[in-house]
């Protein structure tokens, strides 16, 4: 079985790819302008942040980088198209001849170009009397369509290259919710020689569903020695079929012609000053092949949160990989909630510390999962370890003391005179501990002191 | 003349001066049809960048003029909205597709006409009408607010009765519109005085031109030679011969595409009834407003871009506008200016162009359009009568250099008495 993917996804940019409208309009109709409308006379202005973010994505799928690029128009008549025309790319696309390596095998890209979002078609009313209300706010709105060849072999394997690429290009450019939840495939699936196309699966789910469906259908029919057409169909969400469409147009029959009023970018100078940060899933491939960890369990891992990798790759610098992935994945996943907020450099240092204890054989397992939980909920448990954080705290007020002897005076007349102390080292370790945790700490030295008559 | 006219004049005169826009320009306060049906009671929510302009600097816009329907045609004849007539003599054409605003110019002392040329259509009627026509550089005025033709060929230039009044006014219009991307690359308007030296003539512009408009452009050549001291050289530039078809392959493509857009919704004309499938609601809509020169050019251009014809025409068209660019700029390395008649011919009579066959219509272009195709500035000035009809001469400059067109202009008006027919204001 054969599985290519034509896939549509919003960029999350503020404002439209030709005008300056939001990309977010507030009720239908209200974020829309002359140039959205193609109202006689308007121009498109290309947003420049939608191409860079067309060049990094062309760059992370392994493409070449046209060294220059140009829209066209591609002409055909419907009522969500405000111009009748889609200004797209054609001859000149951002980035081809691609490639993302995925599940092992790689899956070639074709082409990755930019395009702009028709309106949208609402049908409401009664059946029988239903009418068509369009909404302009999606018109103009940045496309990138990625188009893949015929690599992908499954139904499941095409929804997993999709929730994979999702991760990726949600870490890349940033994709919102709606973003993602708007993602539009056309699937061109062959189980014997000629290919189907189905047309505009919106989700995931469906377009597992949808190239199921028809992979079933085109076996069966291969079984009963029928031909198989090539054609476009549509998938049915409701009753999870696909449907015979008109019969498509070859992409050349739209006419295309440059868009005149757009110029020519010169994408590979701008690709070189573009970087490609190092995603998710790429990042665990290098810790999968640079420590040995095994597939799932650094996908989850890389999936929950980038800090918590972060924790992960100096952890496994110091310890055996194996050990700090259980630890990674058992005590600090089950307490990431909270960890998540708190995981800073000093937090990072103590919770490693704790590890290496056990490893040393200084603590026992279980006393380190409660310390563990202690500093996610905020390092309110007390255990023998905490004795060192004290300790620190505890010099640092036993000091403060020692150069402020009058503070123990005037604190058996006025109890308030521990604000002194309070103030300094607050300002001494600025938040490193609680307030609660200082005054403690100076009402308790204070009293000590006091009681052992270090001061006559 | 008009397609619309202001209501009545103010009457505190807080105003510089009067201007009147060709009706594919957008404007606020004004219908903006572009002669065509199919925008009839299309009010713009904005101003044309031009007419903004015009208006900041203290401009009173008095009306929009007639046009052939979105600026398809030589005669002014193609308009949904009525004929303007030569003010020189009613019987005849005032030249296309900015009839209105060359009649104007003509007719209104201190009056600048905002025209549009694609091909040729602010040189033809200021030719027709007697009038100066400026067309600028591609890209020195901003389009936006101007309803779409060809939009890699569409110029907003100024129609007057002399170069010093458009002088006065082309840098209000002119200068980078970050609402306009393609006028955002230009140098700056230089209009000082230059010294022009030498005027080129090419020989494939002598052939098929009427005898007496003939006899009138040599004439002006030797007044140019013997009073201005300007070398008059004859060469040749082979590739105008084909700037004609290249200009209307690449004008109707993309008027084609751009036409697409009129089809009684969202703005414009509705359509009876809108219980039909979209498709047969366009179909219908589009059939019944648009005129027959409209149609045609939406079905050349389609045709052009068609798969199987799209290499053989469009494409080919695309490169044959980079040879005419590539030729003019080799002759204008050596001289100063191109110099041709404007026209073929005299403004003709209306019953003639009754019996013209589309393509001998398109041929009457020949020497407006390579100019326009190579985006280069030119101007037409009247350059003698024939009959008491004005003939018109055009001269062409290199990109971005409409002072020297506005300088040698100048000069011409210096030693030539220009003629406007019994003014009626």
């Known amino acids: 079985m054969k599985i290519g993917l034509e896939v549509h996804l919003q960029l999350p940019t503020v404002s439209k790819l030709f005008c300056s409208c939001s990309t977010s309009g ?34 992370f799928l392994n493409c070449r980088i046209s060294e220059r690029s140009w829209f066209s128009r591609k002409t055909y008549f419907y009522p969500d198209l405000p111009k009748n025309f889609q200004i797209t790319q ?65 139904p499941s394997e095409a929804r997993e290259f999709m929730a994979d690429l999702l991760i990726e290009l949600r870490h890349l450019v940033g994709l919102s919710e709606r973003n993602e939840q708007t993602v539009r495939v056309d699937a061109n699936i062959s189980v014997g020689e000629e290919r189907v196309e189905i047309k505009n699966i919106l989700g995931l789910k469906n377009l597992e569903r949808g190239l199921s469906f028809e992979a ?122 909270y960890l998540e907020r708190r995981l800073d450099e000093d937090l990072s240092d103590r919770i490693e510390n704790t590890i290496q204890m056990v490893i040393r054989g200084d603590i026992t397992d279980s006393e380190a999962r409660m310390r563990i939980g202690a500093f996610a909920r905020g390092g309110g448990a007390e255990t023998t370890q905490d004795s060192k954080e004290r300790s620190t705290l505890a010099e640092l007020v036993s000091e403060c003391i020692d150069q402020n002897p009058q503070v123990l005076f005037d604190f058996r007349s006025n109890k308030r005179a521990a604000n002194f102390v309070i103030g300094q080292i607050m300002r001494e370790t600025k938040g490193k501990y609680s307030s609660s945790e200082i005054v403690e700490t100076v009402n308790k030295e204070i009293e000590r002191r006091l009681k052992d008559r270090v001061v006559t | 003349m008009f397609s619309e006219l202001i209501d009545e004049m103010p009457l505190d005169s807080s105003f510089k001066f ?66 303007p007539r030569n003010p020189f003599d009613i019987e005849r054409s005032c030249g296309g597709s900015s009839g209105g605003a060359a009649a104007a110019a003509c007719l209104l002392e201190d009056h600048i006409s905002l025209g549009v040329s694609t091909g040729g259509s602010i040189s033809c009627p200021a030719s027709f009408c007697g009038v100066v026509g400026l067309t600028p550089t591609y890209g020195r005025v901003s389009r936006y607010g101007l309803v779409d033709y060809g939009n890699s060929l569409d110029k907003v230039g100024i129609l007057a009765r002399s170069s010093s009044m458009i002088k006065n006014h082309f840098p209000t219009i002119a200068g980078s519109d970050p609402m306009d991307p393609t006028s955002c690359a230009q140098p700056a308007l230089d209009l000082d005085e230059t010294q022009i030296d030498s005027i080129a003539v090419p020989r494939e512009a002598m052939e098929n031109i009427h005898p007496a408009v003939m006899d009138s452009f040599l004439r002006a050549l030797d007044i140019m030679r013997d009073r201005l001291s300007i070398d008059i050289h004859e060469v040749t530039v082979p590739s105008l011969r084909f700037a004609l078809p290249a200009y209307y392959v690449l004008a109707t493509s993309e008027a084609s595409t751009n036409l697409a857009r009129y089809c009684g919704m969202r703005f414009g004309v509705k359509g009876d009834d809108v219980t039909q499938h979209f498709n047969d609601y366009f179909s219908s809509v589009r059939s019944k407003n648009f005129g027959k ?36 700029a080799r002759v204008l390395k050596e001289h100063d200016l191109v110099a041709t008649p404007t026209m073929p011919f005299i403004a003709p009579r209306f019953s003639e162009i009754e019996r013209m066959k589309p393509i001998e219509m398109y041929r009457a272009d020949f020497l407006t359009v390579p100019p326009n195709l190579a985006g280069l500035p030119h101007i037409s000035v009247p350059c003698g009568y024939v009959d008491s009809m004005p003939t018109g001469m055009q001269l062409v400059s290199q990109h971005w250099s409409e002072g020297v067109l506005l300088n040698i202009a100048n000069m011409w008006e210096g030693v030539f008495q220009y003629r406007f027919p019994g003014a009626r204001q």
């Open chain 1, 216 to 337: 079933s259908r085109q076996a069966k029919m291969l079984k009963a020695g029928k031909r198989i057409v090539r054609e476009t169909r549509n998938f049915d969400e409701e009753r999870r079929v696909t449907t015979s469409a008109r019969s498509k147009e070859s992409e050349e029959d739209y006419g295309y012609i440059l868009e005149p009023d757009l110029g020519m970018y010169h994408v590979s100078s701008m690709a070189k000053m573009i970087q490609v940060p190092e995603t998710p899933l790429k990042r665990a491939e290098r810790l999968s092949a640079e420590y040995g960890i095994d597939r799932t369990s650094i996908r989850q891992i890389v999936l929950t949160s980038s800090t918590l990798t972060d924790f992960l790759e100096r952890l496994c610098s110091n310890v055996p990989p194996d050990i700090a992935v259980t630890w990674v994945l058992g005590p600090l996943s089950a307490n990431w909630k």
């Open chain 2, 293 to 328: 020169e409209a149609k045609r050019r939406i079905l050349l251009g389609t045709y052009s871009r068609m798969v199987g014809f799209r290499n053989r025409y469009y494409l080919k068209a695309l490169s044959v506008r980079q040879t005419v660019i590539s030729d003019y």
């Open chain 1, 90 to 154: 054609y001859e000149s696309p951002i980035g081809v001849d691609g490639g993302y390596s995925f599940n092992g095998k790689m899956v070639r890209i074709t082409r990755v170009h930019l395009e702009e979002d028709p309106g949208k078609i609402k049908r409401v009313g009664k059946s029988g009397e239903e009418v068509s209300l369009i909404d302009y706010n999606r018109s103009g709105i940045p496309l990138v369509e990625i188009v893949t060849a015929p690599d992908i072999t499954s």
């Open chain 2, 18 to 83: 009067n201007f009147s826009a060709k009706d594919n320009l957008c404007t606020i306060d004004f219908q903006t049809r572009a002669g065509s049906k199919i925008l009839d009671g299309y009010r713009p929510p904005f101003d044309a960048t031009p007419v903004r302009r015009l208006r900041r600097a203290g401009g009173l816009l008095v009306g929009k003029t007639n046009m052939d329907e979105f600026g398809f045609g030589t005669f002014c004849t193609n308009s949904g909205y009525g004929v």
């Open chain 1, 26 to 59: 507030n009720g239908p109709n209200t974020s829309i302008c002359p140039t959205c409308l193609g109202f006689p006379g308007s121009r498109p202005r290309l947003n420049r942040r939608a191409l860079e973010m067309t060049i990094l994505i062309s760059r």
